[in-house]
């Protein structure tokens, strides 16, 4: 929904309860109304301060649970941190938020309002949802430029052709994100000759450019360097609060540097994944100290 739309079905609506009145609207349940409700609906509703909330959601395939009345619940602007041994279920679990897979039994809603599970990918991906799949899937003959420039091109709020200049504020949010994801020096390289984390914090840019409200971010430091891994630690603090962020991952230094960087008043959450359930949430002190989470996942 665009904001025009917004405007537009605001406007409608307030056109309406001049006309008949506001009884005659309250009454009526008519036309207006229900076209507020509409309106409504594709906009996420955050005012209770949750921005996911996955309830008991049972993923089977052929008999085996990948997830098993897995539970989750994330607030708005938090950074959220959930580990897990492999077959946890965690890339599951993204499947499912993202519409790719629909699961036996269970909810998933965005914010309180938008019901995941009767949603297509597509229109989970219009609502707000932005996904980073493990392997980097930049244009790589396209320049760093251009692959930014053809993300903003297919903002998911506004149709238009390909050929259309960019508006000025999306040029702006071009730049600035080429400096977010540190690569305003290579504005004119290939994407095929970046090195492989520029290219992940390429297609994060990408994401980015779309602004999603609920980023999801599966095993994004994998194959990195250790610098490139700090880095995109420090890149993932400056989005936490402006962004609600869910991040898979096994290198637990980098969790160490999610956990304890960035608004440190924030005491950030981590969750442990095992068998398709959560097995330990809480600080990542705790989740570390925890016998089960030792025996099955960090080891002794
Ligand atoms: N499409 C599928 N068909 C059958 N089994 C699957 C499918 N996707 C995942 N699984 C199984 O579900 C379990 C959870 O997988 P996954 O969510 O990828 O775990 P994780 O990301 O935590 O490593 C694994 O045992 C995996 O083999
Ligand atoms: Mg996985």
């Not at 077959?87 to 629909?102: E, F, N, P």
Request: proline share 2%; net charge negative.
């Amino acid at each position: 929904m665009t904001p025009d739309l917004l405007d537009a079905g605001a406007k409608r609506l307030a056109e309406y309860r001049e006309k008949h009145g506001a009884e005659a609207t309250a009454q009526s349940g008519g036309q207006a109304a229900s076209f507020a409700r509409v309106v409504q609906s594709n906009v996420v509703d955050i005012a209770s301060g949750g921005i996911l909330y996955v309830d008991e959601v049972t993923v089977s395939f052929d008999g085996f649970r990948a997830l098993n009345k897995l539970s989750l619940d994330i607030r708005v602007g938090e950074l959220r941190c959930i580990i897990g041994p492999n077959g946890a279920g965690k890339t599951t679990m993204m499947d499912v938020i993202t519409g790719k897979t629909k699961p036996d039994s269970g909810k998933a809603f965005f914010g309180s309002n938008i019901d995941l599970l009767r949603l297509r990918e597509s229109e989970i991906a219009e609502r707000g949802i932005g996904r980073k799949f493990q392997k980097p899937t930049v244009f790589e003959h396209l320049s760093v430029f251009e692959n930014l420039e053809l993300a903003a091109k297919t903002d998911r709020r506004v149709r238009r052709t390909m050929f259309a200049k960019l508006t000025a504020s999306e040029l702006d949010q071009l730049h600035s994100t080429m400096k977010l994801i540190q690569l305003a020096q290579e504005s004119a390289r290939v994407a095929g000759n970046l090195s492989h984390g520029q290219k992940q914090w390429l297609e994060i840019g990408m994401l980015l450019m779309q602004k999603p409200q609920l980023l999801l971010l599966d095993e994004p430091v994998a194959g990195m360097t250790d610098e490139e891994t700090e880095r995109t630690a420090e890149l993932f603090l400056s989005l936490e609060g402006k962004h609600s962020l869910v991040v898979v991952e096994h290198d637990m230094k980098f969790i160490g540097e999610l956990v304890n960087g960035g608004q440190r008043e924030k005491k950030k959450i981590v969750t442990v994944l095992h068998e398709g359930s959560v097995l330990a949430e809480g600080s990542l002190a705790d989740v570390q100290s925890n016998d089960r989470v030792i025996e099955v996942y960090l080891g002794r």
